[in-house]
């Protein structure tokens, strides 16, 4: 009996001496950690810190996730930085509101390459339109031309209408008064030296309505940016067939000339309504766009990897497909180009 309660006060001693020893060591495992963990902490901010000071860092201001810039910025990008520890650059994206949004942040500096829709850029570049408040942002500067998105016409199968000069005297729909294909055809109209007049009747109305009015006979053409056919033309029902017709004349050509933001381009055979042949237009396109100050090395090595790797670059979205390697200097670019950029196209020979 004695032995059995000092065996327990022995085990309660040992229990509480284990404890307290068990406690002590914690507590000194805590304060070691405490004390060295900021070190190790800014140990590797420090090596972290040190290696990007050794990359030059560009950041792309892209547009929406769900639109046609951010995953073209996810290419260029990959391009880039697969060839980083060669060039020391690294690449990386935000998605954003797009062009306007994309030109006015690159003038505040908060990124170092935009996407741009060529008359933006223009816009930008002469401080007028929608950046008349801001002015003319003449450090601007333009790296390389991406992809056409030309209008589309369509017109019902067997209808008449085979080019621009049969639209006279047609009921006719270029999308809503302040749609971006009314406005380019404003223009077109104006170049040709047309009026309203020389339709029977232009109805404003939403993509969604021309597709119905013209399927039902009741307008004789429609009119749409070609980016947006995807979407119109997926609830297109058997009994309606429509077809794509060309946008050329004479007078597009002059207004390339007075307004340098047009440019032309095709709808690929079999890319709409199983077209068995390409379908010339005219449009606005993407650009890619920087600012003087941004790295002259850094542009360089952008375009190259883009130029290098064409085809690849090409393949990865539907939109480049188009994309012809001599237009990158030139398409739809309206204001000076980046030395960086000048420098590599005259080395390969697309810039005299």
């Given amino acids: 009996m004695i032995y059995s309660v000092a065996k327990r006060?022995?085990?309660?001693?040992?229990?509480?001496?284990?404890?307290?020893?068990?406690?002590?060591?914690?507590?000194?495992?805590?304060?070691?950690?405490?004390?060295?963990?900021?070190?190790?902490?800014?140990?590797?901010?420090?090596?972290?810190?040190?290696?990007?000071?050794?990359?030059?860092?560009?950041?792309?201001?892209?547009?929406?996730v769900r639109g046609v810039y951010f995953p073209i910025g996810g290419v260029i990008c990959r391009l880039v930085n697969r060839h980083k520890a060669v060039h020391r650059i690294r690449c990386s994206l935000e998605s954003t509101g797009?062009?306007?949004?994309?030109?006015?942040?690159?003038?505040?500096?908060?990124?170092?390459?935009?996407?741009?829709?060529?008359?933006?850029?223009?816009?930008?570049?002469?401080?007028?339109?929608?950046?008349?408040?801001?002015?003319?942002?003449?450090?601007?500067?333009?790296?390389?031309?991406?992809?056409?998105?030309?209008?589309?016409?369509?017109?019902?199968?067997?209808s008449?209408?085979?080019?621009?000069?049969?639209?006279?005297?047609?009921?006719?729909?270029?999308?809503?008064?302040?749609?971006?294909?009314?406005?380019?055809?404003?223009?077109?109209?104006?170049?040709?030296?047309?009026?309203?007049?020389?339709?029977?009747e232009i109805r404003p109305m939403s993509d969604k309505r021309q597709i119905a009015q013209l399927c039902e006979g009741l307008i004789d053409s429609a009119l749409m940016i070609t980016s947006s056919l995807d979407d119109n033309l997926k609830e297109l029902t058997l009994d309606c067939e429509l077809k794509l017709v060309s946008i050329t004349d004479p007078a597009i050509k002059q207004l390339i000339i007075d307004k340098p933001y047009y440019r032309t381009g095709f709808i690929?055979?079999?890319?709409?309504?199983?077209?068995?042949?390409?379908?010339?237009?005219?449009?606005?396109?993407?650009?890619?766009?920087?600012?003087?100050?941004?790295?002259?090395?850094?542009?360089?090595?952008?375009?190259k990897e883009v130029v290098e790797n064409f085809r690849d670059f090409k393949s990865l979205h539907p939109s480049l497909e188009t994309l012809e390697k001599r237009e990158l200097p030139y398409a739809g670019i309206s204001i000076p180009l980046h030395p960086g950029a000048e420098r590599y196209f005259k080395e390969v020979k697309l810039l005299n």
């Fill in 98 to 158: 797009g062009s306007i949004y994309n030109l006015r942040q690159l003038r505040e500096d908060k990124f170092d390459l935009v996407f741009a829709q060529s008359d933006w850029q223009y816009h930008a570049y002469n401080g007028s339109s929608t950046f008349a408040d801001n002015g003319p942002d003449t450090a601007l500067r333009a790296v390389l031309a991406l992809e056409a998105d030309p209008l589309a016409l369509l017109v019902k199968k067997g």
């Fill in 160 to 200: 008449p209408i085979a080019n621009l000069n049969d639209l006279e005297n047609k009921t006719v729909s270029f999308g809503y008064t302040r749609s971006l294909q009314h406005r380019i055809m404003n223009d077109l109209v104006a170049a040709k030296g047309w009026t309203n007049k020389n339709f029977k």
């Fill in 268 to 303: 690929q055979k079999g890319r709409y309504l199983d077209s068995t042949r390409d379908v010339k237009s005219f449009g606005l396109g993407a650009t890619f766009v920087a600012h003087e100050r941004t790295s002259p090395k850094a542009i360089y090595n952008v375009v």
């Fill in 9 to 64: 006060l022995l085990n309660i001693a040992f229990t509480a001496t284990m404890g307290g020893a068990l406690a002590a060591c914690d507590k000194i495992e805590r304060a070691n950690v405490a004390s060295e963990t900021p070190v190790a902490q800014t140990a590797l901010e420090r090596d972290a810190q040190s290696e990007r000071r050794k990359l030059t860092h560009l950041l792309l201001g892209t547009g929406s």
